[in-house]
């Protein structure tokens, strides 16, 4: 879990990403999770988007992706959000949130 300023700082770096995948108005399927797990793995820390025809919201979306890949909702705003899961080895972000 965590702390909120371990959540600032990862939202400090979020800020300048690009949002890496976009759930549309198809359902989140195994796809677009393991496409989502694979990048976690090897970025740690994604944005991604969800659109405007989707039926999820934001939240939603980001709850259903970090369930299903085990990361962290770092933030929701508007339509995007941010997943951070920690890497076992050779974390970027370990040494920013201690």
Known sequence: ???SK????LRAQANTLD???QVGKGEIDETLIKST?????ARELIKMKVLENS?????EAA???????????VQVIGAKFV???QKK????YADLLR
């Not at 797990?37 to 793995?41: K, N, R, V």
């Not at 039926?55 to 939240?59: E, I, N, V």
């Open 63 to 73: 709850e259903i992706l970090a369930d299903a890949t085990g990361a962290e909702v």
């Open 37 to 41: 797990a694979d990048c976690l793995a």
């Open 6 to 9: 371990q959540r600032a700082v």
């Open 1 to 3: 879990m965590l702390t």
């Open 19 to 21: 949002p890496v995948f």
């Open 89 to 92: 080895k050779d974390s970027k």
């Open 55 to 59: 039926m999820y919201s934001a939240r």
């Open 83 to 85: 997943l951070y899961l």
